[in-house]
């Protein structure tokens, strides 16, 4: 069945017009959406950059376990790998930094800030096994 031109032109005025508001509503709520994801996202980033700082507190507690304390080298390493994951205001205060006998304890106490203003506190304890 053909339609002319007159049915096919009543056909489309009789549907429906949609609104702005539909469109609104819809805009509304991907705007929505994309700010709750990056929000998210900036505090996967953080959570991520917490995790490394406790990956290198490990690695250079095992270092200070070998040696008896954190030696001048192993301290700046330290805090160059620190500034590449943009952590700022590092402190060591706490840190054993002078060496200690077979057995005694040592302490790694790293303290900073992560993106300038989220304040954080690292402290891995063991002994020297040197």
Sequence with gaps: MKLG????????????????????????????????MIAFLSCVKLVNQKTMVGQLARTYVLRMETVGYLTPEDEAALRNDLAELEILEVSLEGTTRTPVGYGAQITLRISGKIGGEHAFEEKRVSTAKH
Excluded: Y
């Excluded at 469109?23 to 700010?35: A, E, H, K, N, P």
């Design 5 to 36: 031109f007159a049915a096919t032109w009543k056909h489309l005025k009789s549907r429906q017009e949609g609104s702005i508001g539909d469109l609104l509503s819809v805009l509304l709520c991907i705007l929505g959406m994309t700010t709750v």
